[in-house]
Every structure is written in C-alpha cells, then in structure tokens.
C-alpha cells in the first residue's frame, strides 16, 4: 500500500470548549495567492476508550499530509493521535491489480476471427507497462497486453482501498465520547487573483471601476458552504516548482446584494473576509465580486515616449511607439482608499454612438496600499508619431556623446503633451548638455523632457547628452 506515514507525538491542544465553538462554521478555507491554502474543518468523531482507528475522508488530494494539525476542542487532552497514514492510492484499474500482485486473478481474453473469447486462471505476478503476467495452475506464464483483455475478476477480497483521499489515524482516547474536532492543514493547486474592470468617461478625464476576485481549484476536493479568507501579500514560503493545470468550468457569483469582502490589515499582508459562505467545487474557476463599482474617479491620461541607449543598435525599434499611461489614486477622496491585491486591469471606453462598451487595453498592478498611486499602460498611441534620429556620436576613454533628434507628428484633432524619457544605462554619469526643451531628472537614469504639440502639428526635440564612467 502506497501512503505517507507520520509519527506524531500531539495531544490535543488547549481549545474552546464545544459550546463556544458551535457558532463557528464547521469549514474554513485562507487562500493565498501562490497556489495554496489553509484548509480547516470541524466534525464530530465518536472514540472508544484506548486505541482507535480513524477515517478521516474527503481532504484535499494536493494536501501536503506534514502539515496537518488536528484539536479536539470539546475535551481537551482527551484524545492524542498516535499516528497518520494518507491514503491516495485509490479505487481503480491499477491501483486494485497491484494489490492483487500474488494473488489468483480470472482473466478473459477476447477472441479474433473464429476464434472464441478464452478464460486464464492464475496468480498474477506482474503488471508492466501495458501487459499482465500471470503463472497458471501447470505453472505456466501467460503474458497479456492489456488491449486484449475483455474482464478481469478479482475473487479474494481487498479491503484496504480508499475511494478518496483519507487520512488514517490511530488515536489514543482516554474515554469513550463524541468529541468535536478540527483538522487544519495546507494543500497545494488551489490560488488567487484579483481582476479589475475599470471604464473610462467620454472625455477620459474619469473612469468607473470595480474589482472581481478568482479562485482556481485544482485541489482534488470541493469545500461546501465554507467560509472564504483570501491573504494578499508576499508570504515566504519553500515551494516546488508548480505544474500548469488547465481550467476546467467557471461559476460566477454576480449577487451584488450579498455581503461582500471585508479588507483588514494582518501582520504585513492584507486579509480579505467574505461576509457569507459560499461553496468552491472541485476543477472550478469562481468569482466573487470584491470591489462594488465607484463611478467618476478623477484619472490622467498621460503620453510617453522611452528612448533607451539600446535602441541606437536595433533599427526596427529606433522610432519606438508613444506609450498611453492612466493614472489615478487609490484614496478615500476617490472612493477607493483599500488595499488592492495585485491582478490584471482592464480597461473599456464606451462609443459615443450607441453607448457599447469597447476594450481599449489591459495592464497588470503590483500589490497596492491606500493612498498610492496606479499607473496602468493601456497600449500605444495611433496619432502621435515619433521619428528618432542619431545626429552625432563621439566616443573616447570612458565617455561618449550623442546628439540626438525626435519628431513628433500629432495627427490628432486636439493637442497633446508627450513626456519623453531618455534612459541611460547603469553605472554612467550623465549630463545633458544643450537642448530645445527644459528637462526634469527624474532619477539616476532618466531626463524627462515636456513636449506640448499643438492639433495636427509637428515639434522636434533636440538634446546632447554625455555619460562618463
């Protein structure tokens, strides 16, 4: 039999007792954002006095069974457990003939042509790869690719098979009892993530957003009308590298009349609590509303065009694209002020004409605290076309000096402002030293110049830059 075994030597920790308990649900479910959670549960198990085995069935199948904790709550100290044993190996072809491996198994091969269907008798001694090898009464071998195999019957039976993931212990009581207890444990392949929708105005000046939270389930179990706390935040933990699971069914939950999320703050993370159960099957993708949509929220469209020294090699990128950036605050002023989880935002613009909501870009967000800024690159301006040339260039021991030139053709009917980044490399000293536009250290790798241009006109910026080092 295939299992894990752990020795433990717990006693039932100190608890509440069961009446202070009852109120609370009897399944609750933390999940994180990197693909695991914390899984508790309350039931109640009737021990005998002295050893007992005990059941513990549908847990998680990517639980990991080091993890588990286990309290008896209604009579503390009463029950220990002395062992565990995870059972996964189960109910199924393979899983039943390798139990059968030296014992007597019946065989009915299917006939071909006139040849009828044949019955093997004999003690199965191996199963490789796609065949069965069976030794007959005469002690003859009978090897059987299993694409020829029409039954197979199992006489004896085998009474250690687990239908679903079980945990098995053996429990010390010291009396007989009913005895409320609770499991807690991790399970891998069971994650979150936060998706905003966010729409802008007709003017683009203000935008209406809203936040949906997704939990993917691939942990081999469902949890049933359990309370749901979703954690943001980076949790160290030792992890294997994860495998990719596909999706497999979407549930929505679209009820804006039921309680929502609660944010609270926990340790250096963020905690979020639904106000009521929900159910989360197995090989399921649900979404829950977290942000109820807050309408008008002031936002700056922003143009900017990043030239890194890089491109001066790589002609099909010289020109570059204008990057179309909105921004806006995560405060109480604008009717937001929560801690928002990192996720992806997307962004609609509805047309004049009949009000249809059109996707105009999306863009990922780091975890973001109250009273920060949100940055979200949309795409790259059509109308504003940048033209890059390399006037100059002169380079000696430890310095180098570039002339540089952009055109920018506003194509639009409305005049724009477009911010243009110079990025230079780590490790230089850099100075600029003529230029047509006034320019802003931003840090230690970027002068921003400020470029006003009018409605369906052109302006050219010009600059010299040097860097030592």
């Not at 197995?282 to 309408?295: A, G, L, R, T, W």
């Not at 109480?332 to 989880?341: M, Q, S, V």
Request: aromatic fraction near 8%; hydrophobic fraction near 40%; glycine fraction near 6%.
């Amino acid at each position: 039999m295939i299992f894990s075994a752990i020795v433990f030597a717990w006693a039932c920790s100190a608890g509440l007792a069961g009446a202070a308990e009852s109120s609370e649900p009897n399944l609750a479910l933390t999940v994180y954002t990197d693909s695991f959670a914390v899984v508790r549960e309350s039931r109640h198990i009737v021990f005998e006095k002295g050893l007992n085995t005990v059941k513990f069935t549908d847990v998680a199948s990517a639980i990991d069974p080091t993890s588990v904790n286990f309290q008896c709550l209604s009579a503390p100290g009463v029950v220990s457990i002395l062992e565990q044993n995870y059972e996964y190996d189960l109910v199924g072809t393979a899983g039943l003939l390798r139990r059968y491996i030296d014992k007597n198994v019946t065989v009915i091969v299917k006939g071909s042509g006139a040849d009828a269907a044949r019955e093997l008798t004999g003690v199965l001694l191996a199963m490789t790869g796609n065949e069965l090898i069976l030794k007959g009464p005469a002690n003859n071998i009978e090897i059987i690719d299993k694409n020829s195999v029409e039954q197979i019957s199992l006489k004896e039976p085998v009474d250690d098979m687990a239908i679903k993931p079980t945990l098995v212990w053996l429990a010390n009581a010291a009396e007989d009892g009913n005895q409320l207890c609770r499991l807690s444990y991790t399970t891998g392949q069971i994650g979150w993530s936060a998706d905003y929708s966010a729409v802008l105005n007709g003017d683009e000046s203000k935008l209406d957003f809203s936040g949906w939270v997704t939990i993917d389930n691939k942990s081999g179990t469902a949890y049933r009308d359990s309370a749901i706390n979703l954690i943001a935040g980076d949790v160290r933990r030792i992890t294997e590298p994860k495998p990719v699971y596909r999706r497999m069914a979407l549930a929505a939950e679209m009820d804006a009349a039921a309680a929502g999320f609660e944010e609270t703050p926990f340790m250096e993370y963020h905690l979020y609590t639904l106000g009521r159960s929900s159910t989360i099957n197995d090989n399921q993708v649900k979404q829950i509303e977290f942000i109820s949509p807050v309408h008008n929220v002031p936002t700056k469209k922003l143009y900017i065009y990043e030239r890194g020294q890089q491109q001066i090699y790589r002609s099909e990128q010289q020109n570059g694209k204008v990057q179309v950036k909105l921004e806006f605050e995560n405060t109480t002023e604008n009717k937001l002020g929560i801690a928002l989880p990192a996720g992806k935002v997307r962004v609609y613009k509805k047309q004049a004409a009949d009000k249809a909501l059109e996707f105009v870009g999306e863009d990922r967000i780091n975890h973001t605290a109250e009273k920060e800024k949100l940055s979200v690159y949309v795409g790259n301006a059509f109308d504003i076309v940048p033209e890059y040339t390399l006037l100059e260039q002169q380079a000696g021991r430890r310095m180098r000096q570039e002339k540089h030139k952009i055109e920018f053709r506003n194509r639009k009917d409305s005049p724009v402002t477009v911010f243009v980044d110079e990025k230079f490399p780590h490790g230089v000293n850099w100075t600029i030293d003529e230029s047509t536009h006034k320019y802003e250290k931003r840090d230690a790798y970027t002068a921003r110049f400020e470029v006003k241009i009018e409605a369906d006109s052109a302006v050219t910026v010009g600059y010299t830059a040097t860097q030592r080092w």
